[in-house]
C-alpha cells in the first residue's frame, strides 16, 4: 500500500526505503533532503540539479519535514546513535595498523 502526500510529491511505502516518506519515484528520502540542505548547506537548486529533482519535489520534502520534524529529528537521531554504536563496537583497521607502525 502506498500514501501520497504534499500534493503527489511525497509518498511512503513499506517495501521501499524501509518505510520513510521519500520523493515519490525515488528512493531519495526525506531525510536525505534535510540533511543536504539544512546541515550540508546545498541549496534547494543545488540538491535538485545534483540528483534530478524539481524544485517542486525538494520544497515538498523540506515542507513535509518541518510538519513531522519531531519524528524525522528522532529518526535521525537514533541513526547517528546507531551508527556511533557500530563504531565503537568495530575498532578501526586503519588506526590499528597506523598506531602499529609508530612502534
Known amino acids: 500500500m502506498t500514501t501520497k502526500t504534499l500534493d503527489q510529491h511525497i509518498e511512503t511505502s513499506l ?35 545534483d540528483y534530478g529533482l524539481t524544485l517542486a519535489d525538494v520544497h515538498a520534502a523540506l515542507a513535509y519535514y518541518f ?3 519531531a519524528d524525522i529529528d528522532k529518526d535521525m537521531a537514533d541513526g547517528q ?8 563496537a568495530t575498532p578501526s583497521k586503519l588506526k590499528h595498523k597506523l598506531n602499529a607502525g609508530k612502534n
Open 67 to 69: 510538519d513531522h520534524r
Open 15 to 49: 517495501d521501499i526505503a524501509g518505510g520513510k516518506p521519500r520523493i515519490a519515484g525515488h528512493r531519495i528520502t526525506v531525510r536525505d533532503i534535510v540533511i543536504w540542505h539544512e546541515r550540508l548547506g546545498k541549496s534547494v537548486d543545488e540538491i535538485a540539479s
Open 81 to 88: 546513535a546507531f551508527a556511533e554504536s557500530l563504531r565503537q
